[in-house]
């Protein structure tokens, strides 16, 4: 495609619009002859792409919601294929122009605004103190453990890790042909790993609390001659050759990678090329997701903790309905390097266990920036578990806690917050169209994998529904790059109020799936945290995705009973605070140490 100035030389005659502050003059240029101090215009390119008629803008103003003139239109329809159409070349050619996965947006997201002071706490980490437990004879009740007791257990050599990635290994060959959680199996890495943390622990050379520890990660982080496969059809067969920055900490801290786990293609929900991930509470509904085999292979105990994502709720709502601890950090305090990216500006990677102390555990050791995540930033850690919460301000939103989603699990948690010497303070947020911001979302998870769906492998993948990825990847092509840049000034200016509220309160507690709060603090990139609380009955299995008649979900008769759990927002990098909370809480209401039946 020629430029506008090679245009400008080549044209038959060269009338050239020159515009003075006080004047406007055509001079008459010889064909070929550029005048010197010619500016390039707009609107002077050829003619680039399809043909388009004042009828093919009607069409689009409906996609848009704007509305033009008869005029307008016709000015836009003649005026396309020379201003607009030539900019699409980096995807149309003539000259295309690969983008490479590594190429991240020029624009970055801080949530941290201007004027924003972040507490300054040093780094300080505080585990509880060993209650003297001895090992369990059941190796059920091993595998359901808490991190923070098998790690006691393994450094004093009651247990060996090689005993318990056998008996992980042992639980997994049982349960996954239910749960359908697990991907890949690393059977023979896990052991090796394991013997090694042994042969260092008797050797004196003890790591730290994830030492022999097995897990497994989202089969989005990178690993190294194991397949990652982002649970899709066309990346089945994907072997990396290098460990994302997540899973190296985690190396480096000797735990021991036993597992790849399911996750909903592309990171949506919970249906992956190998079926849907089940909930171990309730095996006749999804896991939920799209953290789904994070989420139910650690409510299941087939791993002693899991590594989950999150862009736009896909750790809180596993953790809500598997009944497990999910910590979605601030944006930035964990590295992406070598994850499979959905939206650069929202995605976050973050630890979902069976206690809170275990989620702080495991982020202590992937916390801190990495050179290959721009995002990714240095932040203190200070985290006490027997550290007090009396008097801390808990800031809640009344009308939230009085409709749905939220249930009476919702409003007892709140009054445990009183009963622990913390403060209840009412807050409210304006009443803006916060689903806007979703625009960020959908605009880069289309841009992200673009190629992948003008080539159409996106049609590969097994859910083929309206609200699946590639029908949304589709859609999102005809959002206008002008609503984009409105919801990401809108994105800002939420910033500013959670900033406004966080100067009033300590931390927030809220419904888990209030749709409001999971599209608010994603964009912001507040951290979270979501245990569970309670119970509650359901006589109908719940799903991720938009009611379809032709599969009605199974009802049950009589009601069966799920966990249930609510979610702590804390201030940026404050992690520390909504963990010591969630501690508190964990203890007060005395469910963590329930399991699945059956599992």
């Known amino acids: 495609m020629m430029k506008r100035r090679q245009f400008l030389i080549k044209a038959p005659m060269g009338v050239l619009a020159v515009a003075s502050a006080d004047r406007v003059s055509a001079q008459v240029a010889p064909t070929g002859v550029t005048p010197a101090g010619a500016p390039p215009v707009f609107g002077n390119a050829p003619a680039f792409g399809p043909e388009v008629s004042t009828g093919t803008f009607l069409e689009a103003e409906k996609l848009m919601q704007v509305q033009l003139s008869e005029a307008e239109r016709r000015m836009a329809s003649e005026s396309w294929r020379s201003l607009m159409a030539g900019m699409l070349e980096r995807r149309t050619g003539p000259r295309k122009t690969t983008l490479e996965s590594t190429d991240v947006p020029a624009t970055q997201w801080n949530p941290v605004l201007p004027g924003i002071k972040i507490t300054s ?68 890495h896990a052991m090796a790993q394991a013997q090694q943390a042994d042969r260092e622990i008797a050797a004196g050379k003890y790591r730290g609390p994830l030492h022999g520890i097995p897990y497994g990660v989202k089969d989005l982080l990178d690993t190294a001659g194991i397949a990652t496969t982002y649970g899709a059809e066309p990346f089945r067969h994907r072997i990396p050759a290098k460990d994302s920055a997540v899973v190296q900490r985690l190396n480096q801290a000797g735990a021991v990678l036993i597992a790849k786990l399911s996750l909903g293609a592309l990171a949506l929900n919970d249906v992956w090329f190998g079926g849907q991930t089940m909930n171990p509470w309730l095996p006749e509904e999804g896991a939920s997701g799209s953290s789904a085999g994070p989420g139910s292979a650690t409510a299941a105990g087939l791993v002693a903790f899991s590594i989950g994502s999150e862009t736009g709720g896909s750790i809180v709502s596993p953790s809500m309905r598997c009944g497990v601890t999910g910590l979605r950090p601030t944006y930035g305090r964990v590295p992406r390097t070598g994850a499979m990216t959905l939206c650069w500006s929202l995605d976050k990677l973050g630890p979902m266990t069976r206690s809170v102390e275990d989620a702080m555990l495991v982020l202590q050791a992937i916390s801190g920036p990495d050179a290959g995540d721009l995002a990714s930033v240095p932040a203190t850690l200070a985290f006490d578990a027997s550290a007090p919460v009396r008097g801390l301000k808990v800031g809640y939103f009344p009308n939230w806690m009085n409709e749905e989603p939220a249930n009476e699990i ?72 002008v609503d984009f840049v409105q919801a990401d000034r809108m994105r800002r200016k939420v910033a500013v109020e959670m900033a406004r509220i966080f100067g009033e309160v300590d931390l927030l507690l809220v419904p888990s799936l209030r749709d409001e709060m999971l599209v608010i603090s994603n964009n912001t990139g507040h951290p979270s945290l979501t245990l569970r609380t309670g119970s509650v009955s359901v006589s109908e299995a719940r799903s991720d995705w938009a009611p379809d008649p032709a599969h009605p979900l199974p009802t049950f008769s009589p009601p069966r009973r799920v966990p249930y759990g609510v979610t702590l927002i804390g201030r940026l990098f404050d992690e520390g605070t909504i963990a010591r909370v969630g501690v508190a809480l964990e203890r007060h209401v005395g469910v963590a140490g329930e399991h699945p039946p059956g599992f």
């Open 121 to 188: 706490a040093k780094d300080q980490f505080v585990r509880s103190q060993f209650d003297g437990a001895p090992l369990p004879v059941s190796d059920r009740e091993i595998a359901f453990a808490p991190v923070s007791q098998l790690s006691r257990w393994i450094q004093r050599r009651q247990l060996s890790s090689e005993r318990l990635t056998h008996i992980y290994l042992d639980r997994i060959a049982r349960f996954n042909p239910t749960l359908r959680c697990v991907i890949t199996v690393t059977a023979e």
């Open 410 to 481: 919702d409003r007892a948690a709140l009054k445990a917050i009183k009963d622990l010497g913390m403060i209840p303070t009412p807050v409210t947020l304006p009443d803006w169209s916060y689903d806007a911001l979703n625009v960020i979302l959908f605009a880069e998870g289309a841009a992200a994998f673009e190629e992948l769906t003008i080539d159409h492998r996106v049609d590969q993948l097994k859910a083929q529904v309206p609200d699946a990825w590639p029908n949304v990847f589709r859609s999102a092509r005809f959002l206008s790059a």
